[in-house]
C-alpha cells in the first residue's frame, strides 16, 4: 500500500492488479478530482483497491474517508475480499457501495493493515515547520507500517542556491513552468516558494501556487527519523544542474541520464536532490 497524494496511488494500483492503495490529503477538492478523473481511467476495479482519506496527516485517525461517487461500479465489491483492505468495525455492511457507511468512516475505524510503503514526496514535508510536528508525523508514519521491512520515503532538496532568491523556468510543449523562490530567513530556514504558469502567449497565470516551507537538512530529518522508532536510515542522492550556469536561469532541465546513489558522505554543491528512506523492521 501506498500513502501519499491521490495521483502517485492512483499510478500505484494502476500499475498492478494486486496493488492496493491509501491517500491522505489534507486538499478536499484534490482528493475528489482525482476520484473524478484518474481512477475512471483505470476502470472499476480501482475504485475496490484505492481509499482516499480528507485530513491531516499529524491527526490521521481523524482523518474522513471522501466519498465514492461511483456505487453502481463497485457494487458487491467486498472490503475483505482479497484486496487487501479489512473492513470496518463501525460498517455493518462490507461493500464499498454503502455510501453512507464510507462517507462517515475515520482511518481509525476502517482497522487498516499495516503499510508496505508510506511516501511523502513534492517536498510535503517542508510545510512542517517545528520539529515536534516532524517527530509526530514520522511516528504516526512509522506505526502505520509494517514492521516486516515496510518503508517510508520523502524527498527534500538542498544546496546553496536553496538559500537565495532563485527564479528557474522549464519549457513543457503546452506551457511553461516557472518556480520562484522569493526569499530565505537564514535563522528559522523558512522560504517561500511560488509557482507561475504560462500557456503559449496567454498571460502568465501568477502564484498559482505559493508554499511557506522550512526547509530541512539531512541530519535534521534523519534524526527526527530516528526519535520516531526508525532504525535503519538510508540517503539517496544526486546532483542537479547548476543554476549559475548560462541559460539555466531561463531554461532549466534536469538531466535523467545522472541517477541516485545511495551516498553515506556528499560534498555541498549549488543544487541537489535526495529521497530519504527509513524502514520499520521487526
Known amino acids: 500500500m501506498i500513502l501519499g497524494c491521490s495521483l502517485g496511488s492512483a499510478e500505484w494500483i494502476r500499475t498492478d492488479a494486486r496493488r492496493t492503495a491509501i491517500g491522505l490529503d489534507l486538499d478536499l477538492e484534490s482528493l475528489e478530482w482525482c476520484l473524478e478523473n484518474n481512477l475512471g481511467k483505470i476502470g472499476a476495479d480501482g475504485y475496490s483497491r484505492m481509499l482516499l482519506f480528507h485530513g491531516n496527516v499529524l491527526q490521521p485517525k481523524e482523518a474522513r474517508l471522501v466519498k465514492q461517487r461511483f456505487n453502481d461500479l463497485v457494487q458487491g465489491l467486498d472490503v475483505n475480499s482479497g484486496n487487501g483492505f479489512s473492513e470496518s468495525h463501525s460498517c455493518e455492511q462490507s461493500s464499498l457501495a454503502n455510501s453512507k457507511c464510507i462517507s462517515n468512516s475515520t482511518m481509525s475505524e476502517a482497522a487498516l493493515p499495516g503499510r508496505d510503503i ?165
Open 118 to 282: 508510506i511516501c511523502a514526496f513534492n517536498y510535503s514535508c517542508c510545510c512542517l515547520h517545528s520539529r515536534k510536528d516532524l517527530v509526530l508525523y514520522f511516528r504516526h508514519a512509522f506505526n502505520a507500517l509494517s514492521k516486516r521491512g515496510g518503508i517510508f520515503v520523502m524527498d527534500v532538496y538542498g544546496g546553496t542556491s536553496s538559500e537565495r532568491k532563485l527564479r528557474l523556468q522549464r519549457k513543457f510543449p503546452s506551457f511553461t513552468y516557472f518556480w520562484e523562490q522569493e526569499e530565505f530567513d537564514i535563522i528559522s530556514r523558512q522560504t517561500r516558494i511560488s509557482l507561475h504558469f504560462q500557456a503559449g502567449k496567454k498571460q502568465m497565470l501568477r502564484h498559482a501556487f505559493t508554499y511557506h516551507w522550512r526547509l530541512w537538512s539531512i541530519p535534521e530529518i534523519k534524526d527526527c527519523l530516528e526519535e520516531a522508532g526508525f532504525k535503519s536510515i538510508h540517503v539517496w542522492i544526486r546532483e542537479m544542474p547548476n543554476t549559475q550556469s548560462s541559460g539555466n536561469a531561463k531554461e532549466y532541465n534536469a538531466n535523467r541520464d545522472v541517477k541516485y546513489e545511495e551516498s553515506q558522505r556528499f560534498n555541498q554543491g549549488d543544487a541537489w536532490n535526495a529521497y530519504v528512506v527509513g524502514v520499520a523492521n521487526i
